[in-house]
């Protein structure tokens, strides 16, 4: 798979050394379990960092050009949509009842190791955080979170730089907007979400000025359809400061700031 994708864009000796690199974190990953020490034969270990880029890049070769491939799929005029995140796909279907189980038959002997569940409707189905339902000709969205989460925010008592809190209610309630096609379904989702945010200690006025905040932008803008300018950078010499975050730490942006000059003599 990594071969497939690599070999199109870069050159053979990147390429071999890319696969190499990806050998080795793939084929000698060793785990402890109890009193015994166990090495990993197949697949990706869930952490890496490269685990979730190789695991689409198969997904792709083995699933998905196969499924919107017309000489190879014969339920292909069915398939009005195909979108896939991870390991959760969402299918719009144009076939037959009878004919969608004998698809899902179909894709699951496409490869030994790949086997999926389906649950499938003809009015609401969901898929990650959205339930999607047929509403004449449109297809109507909203939130939609599964019972177990525990909508875990980040506490704003936790230790981290104050923009960092004060900027996830905000970051919530345009999720809540951008997710939901009509203006009922968003009010309630803001609702849910102000008293989940209530529930982790969050400042009540925060959280309804988030909620105008994201009351006043516009829908189109939160899914993309707005292209905004390219933004150019000042310098393309600037290098980014990473530091670890620490509260008795001086306000280093702008002490920075204030002895550019100094740094300029270097």
Known sequence: AVVSTQSGHYGRGSTDCIVDAIKITLEENIARFGDKVVKQCDGTAMGPHHACSYADIAADLALDQKVMDENVNPFYSHVDDWSRFRDDIMCMWKGSVDELLAFNTWINNLHPRLKFTMEYSESTIVFLDLRLTKGGPMVLTQMYSKSSDTHAYLMPTSCHPTHVCRNIPKGVMKRVRRNCTEDTTCEEGFSEYKQHLLNRGYNGSL????????????????????????????????????????????????????????????
């Open 207 to 266: 959280v309804d000025q988030a909620i105008e905040e994201a009351r006043a932008t516009p829908r189109d803008d939160l899914l993309g359809s707005v292209q905004k300018e390219n933004e150019t950078s000042q310098s393309q010499n600037q290098y980014p400061l990473v530091m670890k975050f620490y509260p008795r730490l001086p306000p280093m942006s702008k002490f920075i700031h204030q002895n550019l000059h100094v740094l300029g003599l270097t």
